[in-house]
């Protein structure tokens, strides 16, 4: 059969396409399971046996099987059915970004990087990142190095008298160690993200919206804003921008174009989102939740559990303002139709501190029609009569 040139060109450009996916950095070779040899290795399972022992029995860990079955979800299509099979999912209800994985194969996952992803992809990015940890055995030998380090340390002691830079050049390689296997970290889990059904790029946006965060904490705080250019002596990590910038460059480099898939982020998070944010608000963390308010709702709009969020948040920092501010929100929330009976119950509280006793404690009433049996109807009732 006589193939046509335009087929045999096509033919060869299929053929490059994949020899440079090949050139892609192969992903650690796969083990089904791994046991422990060496005193050091047996050591570290022990301990992690017992802290996953004390996670299993924690009173904030959240065992609801829907939220559970989403997160572990989101992890078998970004790092592979074989490699998550044997993960052991944990969610604990911590307002914080974190995510880590222990080497005896369990995950805890924080729900403040529930809260502050905003997709599937951006979820998949940071498990992927974790679960790279754990597949390339960086618990073990962060373990060695740390406990080399601190013998070194100690001769350290005895010989700074002679010579200041000994001591810094002695914490300066531990550190280098730690941050290189961070960026081993990052390039494994891009890997993983890169394979898989979600956009690699979803890597390098999770950085720039920790940044963000993290610079608008500080300059509520009337601080200066946090991300630096240069990685200083005693940092563990690469620097968020650092982070941003070379996993941005690998998702341009991998040219990583895929059919947009169904996100199931937002309608697992439903039920979750206004506990969640709840938790949030209660950091005190006025600049950084307005950030992350404001983030999230530029994905999914201004939501009525946003809303109720964002008059929770303004209330509690209390200026006359944004008194006013609060109860224009809680409004706003009310007026989208589901709005549940707290959100009246903070538009009342606002309007009370706004000396409008009146529409307060109309606001109020309406609360405890809608929930007589509430823990704080007593008191709602003293602010109405």
Same mark, same amino acid.
């Not at 604990?92 to 403040?112: C, H, S």
């Not at 006025?286 to 008059?311: I, K, M, Q």
């Given at each position: 059969?006589?193939?046509?040139?335009?087929?045999?060109?096509?033919?060869?450009?299929?053929?490059?396409?994949?020899?440079?996916?090949?050139?892609?950095?192969?992903?650690?070779?796969?083990?089904?399971?791994?046991?422990?040899?060496?005193?050091?290795?047996?050591?570290?399972?022990?301990?992690?046996?017992?802290?996953?022992?004390?996670?299993?029995?924690?009173?904030?860990?959240?065992?609801?099987?829907?939220?559970?079955?989403?997160?572990?979800?989101?992890?078998?299509?970004?790092?592979?059915?074989?490699?998550?099979?044997?993960?052991?999912?944990?969610?604990?209800?911590?307002?914080?970004?974190?995510?880590?994985?222990?080497?005896?194969?369990?995950?805890?996952?924080?729900?403040?990087?529930?809260?502050? *992803?905003?997709?599937?992809?951006?979820?998949?990015?940071?498990?992927?990142?974790?679960?790279?940890?754990?597949?390339?055995?960086?618990?073990?030998?962060?373990?060695?190095?740390?406990?080399?380090?601190?013998? *070194?340390?100690?001769?350290?002691?005895?010989?700074?008298?002679?010579?200041?830079?000994?001591?810094?050049?002695?914490?300066?390689?531990?550190?280098?160690?730690?941050?290189?296997?961070?960026?081993?970290?990052?390039?494994?889990?891009?890997?993983?993200?890169?394979?898989?059904?979600?956009?690699?790029?979803?890597?390098?946006? *999770?950085?720039?919206?920790?940044?963000?965060?993290?610079?608008?904490?500080?300059?509520?705080?009337?601080?200066?804003?946090?991300?630096?250019? *240069?990685?200083?002596?005693?940092?563990?990590?690469?620097?968020?921008?650092?982070?941003?910038?070379?996993?941005?460059?690998?998702?341009?480099?991998?040219?990583?174009?895929?059919?947009?898939?169904?996100?199931?982020?937002?309608?697992?998070?439903?039920?979750?989102?206004?506990?969640?944010?709840?938790?949030?608000?209660?950091?005190?963390?006025?600049?950084?939740?307005?950030?992350?308010?404001?983030?999230?709702?530029?994905?999914?709009?201004?939501?009525?559990?946003?809303?109720?969020?964002?008059?929770?948040?303004?209330?509690?920092?209390?200026?006359?303002?944004?008194?006013?501010?609060?109860?224009?929100?809680?409004?706003?929330?009310?007026?989208?139709?589901?709005?549940?009976?707290?959100?009246?119950?903070?538009?009342?509280?606002?309007?009370?501190?706004?000396?409008?006793?009146?529409?307060?404690?109309?606001?109020?009433?309406?609360?405890?029609?809608?929930?007589?049996?509430?823990?704080?109807?007593?008191?709602?009732?003293?602010?109405?009569?």
């Amino acid at each position: 059969m006589r193939i046509p040139m335009v087929g045999l060109l096509l033919a060869s450009a299929i053929g490059t396409s994949a020899l440079a996916a090949d050139k892609r950095p192969p992903l650690p070779t796969y083990t089904q399971a791994y046991t422990p040899t060496t005193v050091d290795e047996r050591g570290i399972w022990m301990e992690a046996d017992e802290r996953e022992r004390v996670q299993r029995d924690s009173r904030s860990l959240i065992k609801d099987p829907a939220l559970n079955a989403y997160v572990r979800g989101v992890l078998c299509r970004t790092v592979g059915e074989d490699r998550c099979r044997s993960v052991r999912l944990y969610i604990d209800e911590v307002p914080a970004f974190n995510a880590y994985m222990t080497p005896n194969g369990a995950m805890v996952v924080w729900t403040g990087l529930l809260l502050r *992803v905003r997709s599937e992809a951006e979820l998949g990015a940071i498990l992927g990142h974790e679960f790279g940890h754990f597949e390339l055995r960086h618990s073990l030998k962060d373990f060695k190095s740390h406990r080399t380090g601190t013998d *070194v340390m100690a001769w350290a002691s005895i010989l700074i008298r002679n010579s200041a830079n000994i001591q810094y050049s002695v914490v300066g390689q531990m550190y280098a160690f730690s941050r290189d296997q961070e960026r081993e970290a990052d390039m494994t889990g891009f890997q993983y993200l890169a394979r898989s059904q979600y956009p690699s790029s979803a890597a390098a946006d *999770v950085w720039e919206h920790v940044m963000g965060e993290a610079d608008a904490t500080a300059i509520g705080r009337r601080g200066r804003a946090q991300h630096k250019y *240069v990685v200083g002596v005693f940092a563990t990590h690469p620097t968020d921008l650092a982070r941003a910038t070379y996993l941005r460059a690998a998702s341009i480099e991998a040219h990583d174009v895929k059919p947009a898939v169904v996100d199931t982020h937002q309608a697992a998070m439903a039920k979750w989102l206004p506990v969640f944010l709840n938790d949030q608000i209660k950091l005190n963390d006025f600049g950084g939740s307005e950030y992350l308010l404001a983030n999230l709702a530029d994905g999914t709009g201004w939501s009525t559990p946003l809303l109720c969020a964002r008059g929770d948040l303004y209330r509690e920092r209390g200026n006359p303002r944004d008194l006013v501010s609060a109860a224009q929100f809680y409004q706003e929330a009310i007026g989208k139709g589901d709005a549940p009976p707290e959100a009246y119950r903070g538009l009342g509280l606002a309007l009370l501190r706004g000396q409008q006793v009146a529409e307060g404690q109309a606001a109020l009433a309406t609360y405890l029609r809608l929930k007589p049996a509430a823990t704080d109807a007593a008191l709602i009732a003293t602010l109405i009569s």
